[in-house]
């Protein structure tokens, strides 16, 4: 089913803010919802990952950019730091365990907690800037990897967000997003 203009524009805002998260850190789907202007919808977030096409399956359209490839999935965990359960339909356990997978692989430290979730320490790894770099006044652009220096956030044109690389100062918040 075909999805509609406004939902094709979430989808769009999320996978670009989640772009920008960076190498070994974390946020929130709440923090991603804030960031793109919809507080109230950190769920939705979590549909647009459910729906994140695996890389090599991309259908055409406005989204075809977007995929595990380049949209850094794994960086999005809930606001208690915990990586989300998921049905059978989303890869059960084994989605989770490839989650934890994803973020090792990035240096993140992923504990089992009290309860047995895999969990991720927010006051470490978290990144809770106020507005998306790319957002931010003044300086330099680079992708989220650092390459491909631009004019602009819309002529990067390669599936990744522009970022700010001057004049940008994020400072990790305490914050229950």
Request: glycine share 12%; aromatic share 6%.
């Given at each position: ?109 992923v504990m089992v907690d009290a309860l047995g979730e895999l969990s991720v320490d927010l006051d470490r790894y978290g990144w809770f800037p106020r507005q998306l770099p790319s957002e ?42």
């Amino acid at each position: 089913m075909p999805r509609s203009d406004e939902a094709e524009s979430f989808f769009f805002a999320a996978y670009s803010a989640i772009q920008e998260v960076p190498y070994g850190k974390v946020t929130s789907y709440g923090h991603i919802a804030t960031l793109i202007g919809t507080p109230q919808r950190p769920r939705q977030v979590g549909v647009c990952l459910k729906h994140l096409p695996e890389e090599g399956s991309v259908p055409e359209g406005m989204l075809s950019r977007f995929h595990t490839g380049t949209v850094p999935w794994q960086r999005i965990i809930s606001a208690k730091g915990v990586i989300s359960p998921r049905g059978l339909a989303a890869g059960g356990a084994g989605g989770r365990s490839r989650q934890a997978v994803a973020l090792r692989a990035e240096g993140v430290e992923v504990m089992v907690d009290a309860l047995g979730e895999l969990s991720v320490d927010l006051d470490r790894y978290g990144w809770f800037p106020r507005q998306l770099p790319s957002e931010a006044a003044g300086g330099r652009l680079r992708t989220a990897r650092g390459e491909d220096h631009r004019e602009d956030a819309s002529a990067a044109g390669n599936g990744e967000v522009a970022v700010k690389e001057e004049e940008v100062e994020i400072k990790e918040e305490d914050s229950d997003s």
